[in-house]
């Protein structure tokens, strides 16, 4: 089905400019514009609502405005019949009792009761912390990755290895960046999984390429390479396929909740398949990979024989 | 032989098999609706209870599905939400304070699965509808109290030693004490330090005879580890009274609660009682001295100025008779006035006390403080800080007809709500320290109902879409994976059961993912497969090799991600965790089925036997 001469690193200079610009592009928003961070992180109130019809926002505003609420944003989430309310954590009441004062003052003057079906206070410190965990989740994931890879293989593939994954992660954010949409824990889940997900594609291609380096005659190792990426080419696809599949069911049926891990993951999956064949190798190659390097005879029989 | 199993893999696989279907089969029952009943924390249910709960229910003419009593506990299931309903009113007006009647979703398991310790996934908030509060203790609040405790140690033991001291001063948490001179002082540090051990005595390096004493460090901690211990006993108290099945009370870290209230609707009443710190003192009204000298800011000896509701000042000895911790039962009642009441047990100490006061005090008035701390907030030097206001109002002054000990009533609340919470909270005990609700999740029924739908329909339609790619693409082989694909989420699905780890949205994302990915493995050997027959390699021998040689790019692939699920999982919270539980779970199940599944089946077809082409 796939062509198996394509020549990947032979581009590998575009493959550096669009990475390049796809970078700057996500670090410049990201310092312009920011994340736009959910209570999660930054810590307030949230209440979701769900009336019988469609709601009425105007009316809602107004009667929040009327109770002293006026920095209150209201949205319609998913349907026209469920309402999103957020506050930012206020100050002189930054307490939980916010929520209640809420739905008193809706189901005072609303026609119609409000079911609730969701409300969520974040304290600031406890949206510090998250922030400040997620940081150090993301960091020690790297770490971990980074020693794991140097030691089933070598260091120059760690180095690869991290390179992209850090590649995907920084367009990742920037792409919500970008679009402006909210990040909260479970995009910060979705990150992890991308670099779970792109770290396997990159394993998978870096597998082959000690295979080839130990077996084949050649001795070009940009050679030796393009013919690893181009035979696990179509299994890299096929599985992106797969994956891209379940999370596109994931982003369209999961609900609004589920929604934005879905597209994080979904962008992270397309980033992280590019970059394990137009990041990982080249950024390999570029750190002068020899046969040298792969030809320690490393116990590695042993795994096989225990093959079922 | 190539690509044959020995009888033994086989087996073992099967079993796996059966096992996973077994267990996860508990899920496909659904929840009966019930009522669970429990006793309050010192007296257990007994099957006499038991017999007339049951009798209620018959003479209701309720349905019962059927009636458990195990561990003191009782567990109707009724046949649908309208007689669980009747059944809790009933129950409740029936049973009074005693015991605790909670609405409850209990799995419908055949008895046959449950005897096999089967049980359904348990379903996290976001799922099955409920609050999540983490609540965090206020330390600086509890060391506070305690070196105003010591304080008045300090000058207490001073007295019995009959040591004068120049001057006794207090100034963010050390007591500075100035003796006349070195003998005094050193008799000083001798009764400090053998009496009250928790303080740190030293000797000041600015003045002569000077001690600076102030809580040990060790002091601290303890003070810090009982004020969290404390906490929780009550609040799980407080828990029980509100009647929940199921709570979920953690401590989290070195000064924060976890709550976790499946199934409770009405947050605003649990998070006023879950947060509430009043307590009642009370003490002898002093008479002696001239109340509107006070008010003019001159100080009493051994009272204080406090002020009734409706605003009237009045003089309080200092000397608390008893106080809330002495209280082990309080009820709400009407007095012969017909206004809210609550009437009070104390224990033994407490009684003795109240005892010998009113016996030397008929006739004289007594007064009933209501403490409560309330959380606000001000600004100092442009930075926002959160501070405890403890609000304390006299709440009744009577005059002591009789002594009395044990039992009597309190009178003068507001109205029948505040007389019931009151109750509610002194049967439940006091905070030790004051808390604060950092963090709410509360997750409606209808959203955890929905939650649910969309979870199961993105798995089963992710599903769908990936077999149908995997049939086409791969054809017999393809149908191979899917029928592992499928064995896979029968495997995560038992051992989520079996564990008991909690399945949140998230949770279910994760499986999807997994969906996704485990089709990876048999991917990888696939296309090895192919290459192989590619360069001319036999069937035969392209399905032993490609299988061969995929395991270590599986194997490798999959520790990776297992790595960051290990990450995620210990840095998470709660839904995060859920996250990582599934796909860790899901890593090394399709590891499994899809290697060593699809390897069974495949040698099924293929094994033994002459093979021209492979359907792949």
Do not use: C
């Amino acid at each position: 089905m796939f062509k198996q001469d394509l020549d990947f690193l032979g581009k590998r200079k575009f493959a550096m400019i669009l990475s390049t610009i796809l970078l700057i592009v996500s670090i410049a928003s990201l310092a312009i514009n920011g994340l736009k961070l959910g209570i999660d992180f930054t810590g307030g109130t949230l209440v979701e609502i769900g009336y019988k019809q469609a709601a009425d926002l105007g009316i809602l505003r107004e009667t929040l405005e009327k109770s002293g609420f006026d920095d209150a944003t209201v949205q319609n989430f998913g349907t026209t019949k469920d309402v999103l309310i957020r506050l930012k954590p206020k100050k002189g009441i930054s307490n939980a009792e916010l929520s209640t004062q809420i739905l008193e003052s809706i189901n005072k003057n609303g026609t119609e009761i409000a079911d609730v079906r969701r409300v969520e206070f974040v304290g600031p410190q406890v949206g510090d912390e998250l922030a400040e965990d997620g940081g150090l989740a993301l960091l020690y994931s790297m770490f971990g990755i980074l020693l794991y890879v140097a030691w089933r293989f070598e260091y120059k593939f760690a180095l690869g290895s991290v390179a992209a994954l850090l590649h995907d992660v920084v367009i990742t954010l920037g792409f919500f960046s970008l679009l402006q949409l909210e990040f909260d824990l479970t995009v910060l889940a979705a990150i992890l999984a991308v670099i779970g997900y792109s770290l396997n594609d990159t394993i998978v291609v870096y597998d082959r390429i000690r295979e080839n380096f130990r077996n084949l005659r050649q001795d070009s190792a940009k050679e030796i390479m393009n013919i690893s990426l181009n035979q696990t080419l179509s299994r890299t696809l096929m599985t992106s396929v797969t994956t891209a599949l379940v999370l596109m069911a994931l982003a369209v049926l999961g609900g609004e909740i589920i929604h934005n891990f879905a597209i994080a993951l979904l962008v992270g999956v397309g980033i992280g398949t590019y970059s394990s064949i137009f990041i990982a190798s080249p950024v390999v190659l570029s750190l002068g990979i020899s046969k040298e390097d792969l030809m320690v005879p490393v116990a590695e029989g042993a795994d096989i024989d225990d093959m079922p | 032989m190539q690509n044959h199993f020995p009888l033994w893999k086989n087996l073992m696989i099967l079993i796996v098999f059966v096992i996973g279907i077994i267990y996860a089969s508990p899920n496909l029952f659904g929840n009966d609706p019930s009522v669970q009943l429990a006793s309050s924390a010192t007296i257990k249910l007994k099957q006499k209870q038991a017999d007339v709960i049951k009798a209620e229910l018959d003479k209701a003419g309720l349905n019962i599905k059927e009636f458990e009593f195990n561990n003191n506990k009782v567990l109707v299931r009724f046949n649908n939400i309208d007689d669980q309903l009747k059944a809790s009113d009933l129950l409740k007006a029936k049973m009074g304070n005693d015991v605790t009647v909670a609405l409850n979703l209990a799995p419908a398991t055949p008895t046959w699965l449950r005897a096999l310790n089967a049980s359904p996934m348990y379903l996290g908030l976001d799922l099955r509808g409920g609050v999540h509060f983490l609540l965090e203790v206020d330390m600086d609040a509890a060391i506070k109290q305690a070196e105003e405790r010591y304080n008045l140690d300090v000058k207490a033991g001073l007295r019995s030693h009959k040591i004068r001291y120049k001057s006794i001063s207090k100034n963010n948490g050390i007591i500075k004490i100035t003796l006349k001179n070195s003998v005094d002082s050193i008799a000083t540090q001798d009764f400090l330090n053998s009496d009250l051990s928790g303080l740190t005595v030293k000797e000041s390096s600015e003045a002569e005879n000077t001690l600076l004493v102030s809580l040990s460090r060790q002091e601290k901690l303890e003070i810090k580890k009982f004020a969290l211990d404390q906490n929780m006993t009550t609040l799980r108290n407080r828990v029980n009274e509100i009647g929940v099945a199921e709570p979920v009370i953690q401590q989290q870290g070195d000064n924060r609660i976890v709550i976790q209230l499946p199934g409770v609707q009405d947050t605003t009443k649990a998070k006023a009682i879950l947060g509430k710190t009043a307590t009642l003192e009370y003490r002898l009204v002093d008479v002696e001295h001239d109340v509107q000298k006070a008010v003019q800011g001159l100080p009493v000896i051994g009272s204080r100025l406090y002020y009734e509701v409706d605003g009237n000042p009045i003089l309080l000895k200092r000397r608390v008779i008893v106080t809330g911790a002495e209280i082990v039962d309080a009820a709400y009642t009407m007095d012969q006035n017909n206004a809210p009441a609550v009437s009070i047990t104390l224990n033994g100490i407490g009684a003795k006390k109240m005892g010998k006061m009113t016996q030397k005090n008929v006739g004289k008035p007594m007064a009933v403080v209501f403490i409560e701390y309330k959380s606000k907030t001000r600004t100092v030097n442009g930075k926002k800080e959160k501070y405890k206001e403890k609000v304390e109002k006299v709440i009744s002054v009577a005059t002591i007809r009789d002594s009395f000990s044990k039992r009597f009533q309190t009178t003068g609340l507001d109205n029948a709500e505040e007389a019931r919470t009151l109750s509610l909270l002194l049967r439940a005990g006091a905070l030790a320290a004051p808390v604060d609700i950092i963090e709410e999740r509360t997750v409606g029924p209808s959203l955890g109902q929905d939650n649910i739908d969309k979870g199961f329909n993105s798995v089963i339609v992710g599903l769908i879409l990936v077999l149908v790619f995997m049939l086409i693409y791969y054809r017999l082989f393809g149908l191979v994976a899917n029928i592992a694909l499928a064995f896979n989420l029968v495997v995560i699905v038992a051992v989520l059961s079996m564990i008991q780890a909690t399945l949140t949205l998230p949770g279910i994302a994760g499986i999807v993912l997994t969906v996704g990915m485990a089709v990876d493995a048999n991917v990888l050997i696939f296309e090895r497969i192919k290459e192989e027959l590619k360069n001319n390699n036999t069937p035969q021998s392209s399905i032993f090799v490609g299988y061969e040689k995929a395991f270590a790019t599986i194997f490798d692939a999959n520790i990776t991600t297992l790595l960051v699920a290990l990450v995620l999982f210990g840095f998470g919270t709660g839904a995060i965790k859920g996250f990582a539980i599934t796909l860790s779970i899901g890593i090394l199940s399709s590891m499994f089925t899809s290697i060593l599944g699809t390897r069974m089946l495949i040698n099924w077809f293929y094994g033994n036997r002459r093979v021209k082409k492979l359907s792949i």
